[in-house]
């Protein structure tokens, strides 16, 4: 049992009454005191009074903090406060010696104490027993004060405080003893005058933070009917009401899943936790009524009446292997069973609740008897199908509406296609006997339409080419004819064309004999420029080297002339120093006679030095001139031999352009030689074409009545009317006409062998027949 706590609220009015009445009992306890003091030998006669006095003060104060807990103490504080003031009266009448009815008031006080033993034992047992009860109890005063929650009731309100603080934010569960009932209300006035008013138990819903809670307030009167307050009883109805919700919910939708299960064309059976059946839709149950008679051959006493709560055990020959394998069933299970001839296909699926338990297993039952007939009697008609037999055909009596559709409908399929093979098979069999006349008349769908198309296609298209192939034939026939008269005008202007090239290969080589001559003298007269621009450029040369060396005397003329002016210069300061030697000898007299001769000697020799000097420098200047005339020849001399290497050099290159010019006429005259070798080589071949072409026309005619005779072995409508002309006789081969010996050996090519059809020859035919042929 938990232990009983009280939760009060502090109230000041109740507080300082309870000090009150304990200073009323301590003054009471004085005055005593002071009576004994004066009064001694009274102490033995009020001894037990004064005792009782004391022991009733200190109940009397208890039994008010208990009254106090309760909040009853408004009525208890007035009366005790009048028996206090009669007792302090009394035990001063008798300090005083004065009468006194102090016996009647102790018995009457006595009595009181009892009373309020009694009060306070009952409100003890009853505050015990709302601690331990499990309803949630508030209690509160006439002003709506809260005064008293029980444990429940804090545990519930603490479990709840997260929420009730999205309306209330200032919500505290430890904070409400002592606050006024009105926070829990948007109307307090509303919720004040209907408490006020209220005289038995109310019941309300509110709704707070989500929390949903349900209140029964009822009011807490006295013995005396005078209203204490109000204790209010409270349900939190959240989680009670979702369930309740939810249940509905879930009733609803098993409403809807049972109404569903019923009108579906599933045939479902439901099994519980214990594979007793519980539910049976009515396609289930219309199932069994028709199985029931061929069932009940192997289980005895089989009935579907009674099926409802009887165990699915009775399906099974074993039992306990079935039971096993359900228990352990966690996803969907397919399975076969044959009763009495009945052929079923099961799936079975376990049910689980919200909480992953098994709660019982849900059957889905398949009738597949009539299919599986059905299906023997399409595999029979398949297999004589696959076979190539389309005339077997199903009953469609006894069959369901979609059996019989099912039926009427390959049977329809077979006689559609029996029908179109065996139109298509004598389609095909005019064909082989060579009838183009015929053709599929009915008009089918699909890919029979297709395939009726196709042959009619085929035999329009066979009987086309056929009238074509005929046509073309006699058109044939009259092309041969026209390339066999072709052969022998061809025979005509091929010989023609052998007489033309003779008369050509003649001329051509004795154009080419005067080429070659030109071309060797064109040659020698090439070798003879190239050695005339030899000779010039050496002669170019050397008057180069004589122009060089009359400079170079042109050069020495000029610094001899520069060395004789110096000479004459020095015979000329000679002269001038032999002159001043002459004056001085003169003025020295005859000192100076010897020396004078002297210097008249000097002056003698430089003046003969100065004449030689002169005559030599004229002799210089004069071939000085004479060389710069030879330099200025020789240089013209120079520059006309430049000019005529320059034309020798122009004539060498015109005559090595004359030789090469006539060596390529040569090469193209022995080209010119071989073309014409080449076109006698085909002339000849032509000619053996010619007679090839006419054989081949012979043959052509040949095959083309073959050709007409096969065509006419099938019949068409409005065959075309050959037509075939005479073939000609065979052209005479033109006589060979031999080219010159000299052409023929130069640069011919040995032509390859080849076979001609129908004339039993080896015409030759050159390898190579466009090369030369379309160059010339």
């Keep these: 049992m938990p232990t009983a706590t009280v939760h009060t609220a502090p109230s000041g009015p109740s507080t300082s009454a309870i000090l009150g009445i304990l200073l009323s009992v301590a003054g009471l306890g004085g005055a005593v005191v002071a009576c004994l003091t004066i009064h001694r030998p009274a102490w033995a006669e009020f001894a037990p009074l004064v005792a009782c006095v004391l022991l009733a003060g200190i109940g009397t104060a208890l039994l008010l903090a208990a009254q106090r807990k309760a909040r009853l103490h408004a009525v208890a504080i007035a009366t005790e406060s009048a028996r206090y003031t009669r007792w302090v009266r009394a035990m001063r009448d008798v300090a005083n010696g004065e009468p006194t009815d102090i016996a009647d008031f102790t018995a009457e006080q006595t009595a009181a104490i009892r009373e309020m033993e009694a009060r306070t034992l009952e409100a003890t047992r009853l505050r015990a027993a709302l601690q331990t009860c499990q309803t949630n109890v508030m209690v509160a005063d006439n002003e709506l004060d809260i005064i008293y929650m029980n444990e429940t009731m804090l545990e519930m309100l603490r479990a709840a405080e997260s929420d009730l603080r999205r309306d209330l934010p200032d919500f505290r569960t430890d904070n409400l003893l002592g606050r006024n009932i009105d926070a829990f209300h948007r109307n307090p006035a509303h919720q004040r005058g209907m408490l006020k008013r209220l005289t038995g138990a109310h019941r309300a819903q509110v709704e707070v933070g989500g929390?949903?809670?349900?209140?029964?307030?009822?009011?807490?009167?006295?013995?005396?009917?005078?209203?204490?307050?109000?204790?209010?009883?409270?349900?939190?109805?959240?989680?009670?009401?979702?369930?309740?919700?939810?249940?509905?919910?879930?009733?609803?939708?098993?409403?809807?899943?049972r109404a569903a299960l019923d009108n579906c064309q599933t045939n479902v059976m439901v099994a519980d936790e214990n594979l007793d059946i519980v539910y049976m839709n009515r396609t289930m149950v219309e199932m069994l009524r028709v199985a029931e008679e061929e069932m009940a051959k192997q289980l005895p006493g089989f009935r579907v009446d009674t099926l409802l709560g009887a165990s699915i055990d009775r399906f099974h020959r074993n039992p306990q292997h079935q039971r096993s394998m359900l228990a352990t069933l966690t996803k969907r299970h397919e399975a076969a069973l044959s009763i009495g001839g009945r052929s079923f296909v099961l799936i079975v699926s376990p049910v689980w609740n919200d909480?992953?338990?098994?709660?019982?297993?849900?059957?889905?039952?398949?009738?597949?008897?009539?299919?599986?007939?059905?299906?023997?009697?399409?595999?029979?008609?398949?297999?004589?199908?696959?076979?190539?037999?389309?005339?077997?055909?199903?009953?469609?009596?006894?069959?369901?509406?979609?059996?019989?559709?099912?039926?009427?409908?390959?049977?329809?399929?077979?006689?559609?296609?029996?029908?179109?093979?065996?139109?298509?098979?004598?389609?095909?069999?005019?064909?082989?006997?060579?009838?183009?006349?015929?053709?599929?008349?009915?008009?089918?769908?699909?890919?029979?339409?297709?395939?009726?198309?196709?042959?009619?296609?085929?035999?329009?298209?066979?009987?086309?080419?056929?009238?074509?192939?005929?046509?073309?034939?006699?058109?044939?026939?009259?092309?041969?004819?026209?390339?066999?008269?072709?052969?022998?005008?061809?025979?005509?202007?091929?010989?023609?064309?052998?007489?033309?090239?003779?008369?050509?290969?003649?001329?051509?080589?004795?154009?080419?004999s005067?080429?070659?001559?030109?071309?060797?003298?064109?040659?020698?007269?090439?070798?003879?420029?190239?050695?005339?621009?030899?000779?010039?450029?050496?002669?170019?040369?050397?008057?180069?080297?004589?122009?060089?060396?009359?400079?170079?005397?042109?050069?020495?003329?000029?610094?001899?002339?520069?060395?004789?002016?110096?000479?004459?210069?020095?015979?000329?300061?000679?002269?001038?120093?032999?002159?001043?030697?002459?004056?001085?000898?003169?003025?020295?007299?005859?000192?100076?006679?010897?020396?004078?001769?002297?210097?008249?000697?000097?002056?003698?020799?430089?003046?003969?030095?100065?004449?030689?000097?002169?005559?030599?420098?004229s002799l210089i200047l004069e071939s000085g001139g004479h060389v710069r005339q030879g330099v200025d020849l020789v240089n013209s001399a120079g520059g006309q031999l430049d000019e005529i290497i320059t034309s020798i050099k122009r004539v060498a290159d015109i005559v090595s352009e004359i030789a090469e010019a006539s060596r390529e006429q040569t090469v193209g005259i022995d080209e010119i030689n071989r073309a014409i070798s080449n076109m006698d080589q085909m002339t000849q071949q032509n000619s053996a074409l010619v007679e090839e072409s006419a054989g081949s026309s012979r043959t052509l005619q040949e095959s083309a009545t073959g050709l007409l005779t096969l065509v006419s072995f099938f019949q068409i409508s409005d065959p075309p009317v050959p037509v075939l002309k005479a073939v000609p006789s065979a052209p005479k081969a033109p006589a060979r006409v031999e080219a010159p010996r000299k052409m023929a050996d130069r640069g011919a090519e040995r032509p390859l062998a080849l076979t001609v059809a129908g004339s039993g020859k080896t015409p030759a035919r050159a390898v190579k027949r466009g090369t030369d042929w379309s160059q010339f």
């Design 211 to 257: 929390r949903i809670f349900g209140l029964t307030a009822s009011p807490i009167l006295n013995a005396r009917g005078e209203r204490l307050g109000t204790v209010v009883e409270w349900d939190d109805r959240t989680e009670r009401l979702a369930r309740e919700r939810e249940q509905a919910r879930i009733a609803t939708e098993n409403v809807r899943v």
């Design 355 to 512: 909480r992953k338990e098994r709660v019982g297993t849900v059957v889905e039952w398949s009738d597949l008897t009539a299919q599986k007939a059905i299906q023997e009697e399409i595999g029979s008609m398949v297999r004589a199908a696959s076979n190539g037999d389309f005339s077997v055909r199903l009953d469609p009596a006894g069959k369901g509406d979609f059996q019989r559709m099912l039926v009427e409908s390959l049977n329809g399929l077979c006689q559609q296609v029996e029908s179109a093979l065996e139109d298509i098979g004598q389609l095909f069999s005019a064909l082989a006997e060579g009838d183009l006349t015929q053709r599929v008349r009915d008009d089918y769908a699909g890919l029979l339409k297709v395939l009726s198309n196709d042959a009619n296609t085929t035999t329009e298209r066979l009987s086309d080419t056929t009238r074509r192939i005929i046509a073309s034939s006699s058109e044939v026939a009259a092309a041969a004819d026209e390339i066999a008269n072709g052969a022998v005008d061809l025979a005509e202007r091929t010989e023609q064309q052998a007489s033309n090239l003779e008369e050509t290969a003649a001329a051509m080589e004795e154009i080419a």
């Design 514 to 617: 005067t080429v070659k001559a030109n071309a060797e003298n064109a040659q020698q007269a090439n070798n003879l420029a190239l050695g005339a621009r030899d000779v010039a450029l050496r002669g170019g040369e050397v008057v180069k080297n004589a122009v060089g060396a009359m400079g170079q005397i042109a050069s020495s003329s000029q610094r001899i002339s520069d060395i004789i002016g110096v000479i004459d210069e020095i015979a000329f300061q000679t002269n001038l120093l032999a002159l001043n030697a002459a004056v001085e000898a003169a003025r020295a007299g005859d000192a100076g006679k010897g020396f004078a001769v002297v210097a008249q000697e000097v002056r003698t020799l430089a003046q003969q030095s100065s004449d030689a000097a002169k005559d030599i420098k």
